[in-house]
């Protein structure tokens, strides 16, 4: 059989009109042009299949599911999602795909080639599509629009797990508690929770994170970093959860309510440690004394009535408190703060302690005045009635 030779890069071809097409991959002709658009292409094969952009043909059916084509190589690729069938395999991972493009792209993992570059900022990536996607951040184009509550995205993921908040789809589904969630990357955050792994380090004290959110939060205790601010009184948080729960104190806001007494909470923690004093419930004991807590904050201040420790002092007279609520109360007599205020008089007092007390002696004075009037009622004669 006669063989056609590439003078250019020795490639051998079957025939004469395979050659004169291959020889314009060296020369970089494109004799064939689109009469809508003016795209040109090195052979006329290209064109045709180019063509049906404008047309919409799509004449390849898949026989199992009905899906079409533009191209056949597209179809055969498509058709290796029913039969599971995957041809390219990674040498240095096992790793396997079902077309060359998958594959292409994951072997810059290994070779981190990155050759899709942004004009504006230099950022690097492996994929042209993570390329336009990334370049949105600088344009600010979000194509994509919810059609339910008119959010827009910048991408496809995006919008496909926001329209789970309206669908309520979870399909991510953890296979140890059957908790499920809306995004892949919940889900593995939290399956950390079972297995135990806090891949996330402080490089300050070394404390370990099962997330880098909880990891950039926690560093702020180290930096004094308090980006969140509350609007009505001023005060700075590192965590914009915790201005969530503190402007419940302007708005009295309380959103978890106790379904046997009544009682409202402002946060859901409170309420938990509430919710025990009806199932009698204290599952936090002391290890030297055994006495038993309802909340492990309570176990911690208890403890150390044991150990000594006072690790909250006051910045005006260096006193130690165990407790920050200790400590809170002490600072009311440097600030001449009296909260608590009497019903009856013109008492007012620093703790809720001192109040209790004072209301006693009222209680007292009520008491007896009671008791005189019930003497008297004894003492007095009965009215004569007139015959």
């Not at 019903?343 to 006693?360: A, F, I, V």
Request: glycine share 8%; net charge positive.
């Amino acid at each position: 059989m006669e063989t056609h030779q590439c003078d250019t890069c020795g490639k051998s071809l079957s025939s004469s009109r395979s050659l004169k097409q291959h020889i314009r991959i060296h020369t970089g002709a494109k004799p064939f042009s689109c009469d809508l658009c003016g795209k040109t292409f090195s052979h006329s094969g290209q064109l045709t299949v180019h063509s049906r952009i404008h047309t919409g043909e799509k004449p390849y059916s898949c026989d199992l599911c009905g899906k079409t084509f533009r191209q056949s190589g597209q179809l055969t690729v498509h058709s290796r999602i029913h039969t599971g069938e995957k041809p390219y395999s990674c040498d240095l991972c096992g790793q396997t795909f079902s077309c060359t493009s998958s594959f292409s792209v994951h072997s810059r993992i290994h070779t981190g080639e990155k050759p899709y570059t942004c004009d504006l900022c230099g950022k690097t990536f492996r994929q042209s599509g993570q390329l336009t996607v990334h370049s949105r951040i600088h344009t600010g184009e979000k194509p994509y629009s919810c059609d339910l509550c008119g959010q827009t995205f910048s991408c496809t993921s995006s919008f496909s797990v926001h329209s789970r908040i309206h669908s309520g789809e979870k399909p991510y589904t953890c296979d140890l508690c059957g908790k499920n969630f809306r995004k892949a990357e919940s889900l593995r955050i939290h399956t950390r929770i079972h297995t135990g792994e806090k891949p996330y380090s402080c490089d300050i004290c070394g404390k370990n994170f099962n997330q880098p959110q909880s990891l950039r939060i926690h560093t702020r205790i180290h930096t004094g970093e308090k980006p969140y601010s509350c609007d009505v009184c001023g005060k700075t948080f590192t965590n914009a959860s915790y201005v969530k729960v503190h402007s419940r104190i302007h708005t009295g806001e309380k959103p978890y309510s106790c379904d046997l007494c009544g009682k409202t909470f402002i946060h859901a923690s409170s309420f938990r440690v509430h919710s025990r004093v009806h199932t009698r419930g204290k599952p936090y004991n002391c290890d030297l004394c055994g006495k038993t807590f309802s909340s492990t904050g309570e176990l911690k201040n208890h403890c150390r009535t044991h150990n000594g420790e006072k690790p909250y002092i006051c910045e005006c007279c260096d006193k130690a408190f165990s407790s920050s609520s200790g400590l809170k109360k002490h600072s009311r007599i440097h600030r001449g703060e009296k909260p608590y205020s009497c019903p009856h008089c013109d008492y007012s007092c620093q703790t809720n302690g001192n109040l209790k007390s004072h209301l006693r002696i009222h209680n007292r004075k009520l008491n007896q005045a009671v008791m005189s009037g019930a003497k008297l009622s004894q003492q007095s004669p009965p009215e004569r009635t007139s015959v």
